[in-house]
T-cell receptor, first 115, second 113 residues
Framework: NAGVMQNPRHLVRRRGQEARLRCSPM?????VYWYRQLPEEGLKFMVY????????ESGMPKERFSAEFPKEGPSILRIQQVVRGDSAAYFC?????????????FGDGTRLSIL | SQQGEEDPQALSIQEGENATMNCSYK?????LQWYRQNSGRGLVHLIL?????REKHSGRLRVTLDTSKKSSSLLITASRAADTASYFC?????????????FGQGTRLTINP
């Protein structure tokens, strides 16, 4: 039973480039969440998606960041024109449905480094 | 603002001892969850305790919840070197039936052999 799969595990980009982070939820899960973790800190919510819908993006910066979860394929977190401050670990989590008493299952994250 | 705040920020104990970590939060909750994060890895769900529960056990883990004090504790008994990790509490902020988790900064637990 594969868990939440994120790739790449490590991503290095130069300032101004684009970063694309991918997340495949657990089998049977249709709800995806993205979180960002800065060094020595807890995770901060970014966005919650269901298939083809963004439900809550209140934690996403207004510019340069976007997320999608298409009908087919993984969820994508896209960061355009990256800056040094985007360096962080980005985690994806999934859950089977909209039940607040179900835990979220996390992937191992993508560590983004901006040169 | 931070919902969950863990205390202490770092804890170092000898193998075999018990480890207690505390978490405080600010608003009303449906449930509170504890997660473990090993270095360089994602979060692993440990226990979910609902707002109408006071205590929950899972193996060597014991979680308590005091909604009147808006606090929770995680006790790991008979600690092992493999328990070395960061531990986070998280509360859920509802969004259309699901929830976005709000994490504290975590407690870094080190078990010395």
């Amino acid at each position: 039973n594969a868990g939440v799969m994120q790739n790449p595990r490590h991503l290095v980009r130069r300032r101004g480039q684009e970063a694309r982070l991918r997340c495949s939820p657990m089998k049977g899960h249709s709800h995806v969440y993205w979180y960002r973790q800065l060094p020595e800190e807890g995770l901060k919510f970014m966005v919650y998606l269901q298939k083809e819908n963004i439900i809550d993006e209140s934690g996403m910066p207004k510019e340069r960041f976007s997320a999608e979860f298409p009908k087919e394929g993984p969820s994508i977190l896209r960061i355009q024109q990256v800056v040094r401050g985007d360096s962080a670990a980005y985690f994806c989590a999934s859950s089977p449905g909209a039940n607040s008493n179900q835990p979220q299952h996390f992937g191992d994250g993508t560590r983004l480094s901006i040169l | 603002s931070q919902q969950g705040e863990e205390d202490p920020q770092a804890l170092s104990i000898q193998e075999g001892e018990n480890a207690t970590m505390n978490c405080s939060y600010k608003t009303s909750i449906n449930n509170l969850q504890w997660y473990r994060q090993n270095s360089g890895r994602g979060l692993v769900h440990l226990i979910l305790i609902r707002s109408n529960e006071r205590e929950k056990h899972s193996g060597r883990l014991r979680v308590t919840l005091d909604t009147s004090k808006k606090s929770s504790s995680l006790l790991i008994t008979a600690s092992r070197a493999a328990d070395t990790a960061s531990y986070f509490c998280a509360t859920g902020s509802p969004i259309q039936g699901a929830q976005k988790l709000v994490f504290g900064q975590g407690t870094r637990l080190t078990i010395n052999p």
